[in-house]
């Protein structure tokens, strides 16, 4: 059985930074394709950035410049670093990761339970 497990999610003022963290645990052959979303109230969950297994990234434009993603692939962990926040970043942040659980599985999506990020102006 798989799991994710996020942290780092608060609350924080205008032009501040958090770090949130994503840990994938549990019956896992291979990862590949590590993002986040996020979901703000009233809103669709939209995708804010993706990192491939070999380090490529890709973001949205509203957090490029912005928003970093690294992964650390010895400890299944994805990273979002989030600087210069805006009140419009506030929403709820999931991590997804595709994930082969055993050799003789397909690829398959998997959602962290989500992290509260809230920003003040």
């Known amino acids: 059985q798989v799991q994710l497990v996020e942290s780092g999610g608060g609350l924080v003022q205008a032009g501040g930074s958090l770090r949130l963290s994503c840990e994938a645990s549990?019956?896992?052959?291979?990862?590949?394709?590590m993002g986040w979303y996020r979901q703000a109230p009233g809103k669709q969950r939209e995708l804010v950035g993706t990192i491939t297994s070999f380090g490529t990234t890709n973001y949205a434009d509203s957090v490029k410049g912005r928003f970093t993603i690294s992964r650390d692939n010895a400890k299944n962990t994805v990273y979002l670093q989030t600087n210069s926040l805006i009140p419009e970043d506030t929403a709820v942040y999931y991590c997804n990761v595709k994930i082969r659980p055993t050799r003789w599985d397909p690829w398959t999506d998997y959602w962290g339970q989500g992290t509260q990020v809230i920003v003040s102006s």
């Open positions: 549990g019956s896992i052959f291979s990862l590949n394709i």
